[in-house]
Nanobody, 124 residues
């Protein structure tokens, strides 16, 4: 069964860090861009970060630049989102998604597969 599974969410205090993982099964991430999205209560889903198929190109939403990094390990068929200096406004369900393309699109579009999400809560 084709699926993406996120892990690593949880409760963290203001200024803390978390690392999210996104593991794919039954298909390879190697030739696909992988992106992270988030959806806070009452808000629309937004793109957070994206990484190209070989990791050579990345992009970040302005709200997380300088605090979040994205990486991937194609040998493990897994992508990661390292989140540092977390703020209460980072509280959301975080989703990973795999694109049908090798490179990230300008508007975080083109996602073909989605995970079910992992909750990140940042307390003040």
């Amino acid at each position: 069964q084709l699926q993406l599974v996120e892990s690593g969410g949880g409760l963290v205090q203001l200024g803390g860090s978390l690392r999210l993982s996104c593991a794919a099964s039954a298909f390879t991430l190697e030739y696909r861009a992988v992106a992270w999205f988030r959806q806070a209560p009452g808000k629309e889903r937004e793109g957070v970060s994206c990484i190209s198929g070989n990791g050579g190109s990345t992009k970040f939403a302005d709200s997380v630049k300088g605090r979040f990094t994205i990486a991937r390990d194609n040998a493990k068929n897994t992508a990661y989102l390292q989140m540092n200096s977390l703020k209460p406004e980072d509280t959301a369900v975080y989703y990973c998604a795999a694109s049908s393309d090798y490179y990230c699109s300008s508007g975080f579009g083109g996602m073909q597969y989605w995970g079910i999400g992992t909750l990140v809560t940042v307390s003040s």
